[in-house]
């Protein structure tokens, strides 16, 4: 389970036992990830990715899986390795994300560095803007 935890970043929790949830990460890469206010979880291809609504910070763009980082992680559920590809700073502060359709997706530019993000994030008083884009810090 991923949660968006304001100052404590991006919180993984193991709940294999249900009764007994265990934290499995806290990440904040370095303070980066500081005012979350929600995520959403999402995958393309053979990626997850967590689209983090970062308060005052703007949309972070988180990738947990992925066949370069974790080469054997096929399977059910491979152990997320989180790694920040990109982000966006917004208008005003994002609190929300809401969850895109099936269309949405963060794609990477034919192998360049260039990621291109879709998404709808909400600010304060319910406006949504969904002409987010970020840019990359790595490879997808």
Do not use: C
Not at 119 to 126: E, N, P, Q, R, S
């Amino acid at each position: 389970v991923y949660v968006a935890a304001k100052q404590d970043g991006l919180v993984i929790v193991d709940v294999t036992r249900p009764q007994a949830p265990q934290i499995y990460a806290k990440v904040t890469f370095d303070g980066q990830l500081n005012d979350a206010e929600d995520v959403i979880v999402g995958s393309t291809n053979a990626s997850l990715f967590a689209y983090v609504a970062d308060g005052r910070n703007g949309m972070k763009v988180i990738q947990l899986t992925s066949p370069a980082s974790q080469p054997n992680f096929y399977g059910f559920s491979p152990a997320p390795m989180p790694e920040l590809v990109a982000w966006a700073r917004t208008p005003s502060p994002a609190l929300a994300m809401s969850k895109g359709l099936d269309r949405d997706r963060a794609v990477d530019d034919h192998g360049r560095v260039g990621l291109v993000v879709l998404a709808d994030v909400v600010h304060k008083g319910g406006h949504h803007d969904s002409r987010a884009v970020a840019r990359t810090t790595a490879r997808v």
